[in-house]
C-alpha cells in the first residue's frame, strides 16, 4: 500500500489543520481504510461515502439523474460534483472523489477498463484529473486511491 504519500498526507492535513471528506466509487472504499488507518486521522477525516450506484451518487452526493445519463457516472462532471457535494455534506475543508472502471467488466469503447476520474475540491476550486491505469482491479483500486492522495498532498504543499 502507499504509506509514503499516505502519511504525508497525514503529517500536512495535521499541521495545516484542514480536514477531508471523500465520496468513493470504483475504489470501494480504499480511499478512505487508507486515510483513518493512521492514528490521529479522526482529527482531520470528517466523513466516507461509497457511492457505487448511480442510484446511490443521486441519492447520497445529490448528483442529479440528468447529469449522470448525460455524462455517465464515470466522468469528469459526475467526479467533481461528487467531491463538491461531498465536501459540503460534511463541511470539511476538502472533498475528494474517485470514480472509474476497475473491471474486468463495465469498460466501453471511449472508457476501457483502468479509466479514472479523481477530483479535489476546496471552497475556491476544484480539479479533476483523467487516468488510464493498467493492471488487474486490485491494481487499478490501489492506483486510483494513491493517485487521490497524491492530488491531496500537492494541494496542500506550499
Known sequence: MPYKILKQAHKKLL?????????????????????????GSSRYFLLGVVA??????EKILNIPAKTIARYTAVSGRVAALMA????????????????????????TANKPVGTVFI?????NKTNCRKFSFR????????????????????????
Not at 465520496?23 to 487508507?34: D, M, N, W
Not at 461531498?86 to 472509474?100: E, H, N, P, Q, Y
Not at 488487474?136 to 500537492?154: D, G, P, W
Open 15 to 39: 499541521e495545516k489543520k484542514k480536514t477531508v471528506a471523500v465520496a468513493e466509487s470504483c475504489s470501494g472504499g480504499l480511499l478512505s481504510y487508507l486515510l483513518t488507518d493512521i492514528p
Open 84 to 107: 463538491e457535494n461531498v465536501r459540503k455534506k460534511a463541511k470539511s475543508d476538502f472533498g475528494l472523489s474517485i470514480t472509474g472502471i476497475a473491471g474486468p467488466a463495465g469498460a
Open 119 to 123: 477530483c479535489l475540491s476546496d471552497k
Open 135 to 158: 493492471g488487474n482491479r486490485r491494481q487499478i483500486r490501489k492506483r486510483s486511491a494513491e493517485e487521490a492522495l497524491r492530488l491531496l498532498c500537492a494541494r496542500l504543499s506550499p
Open 52 to 57: 457505487y450506484s448511480n442510484n446511490s451518487k
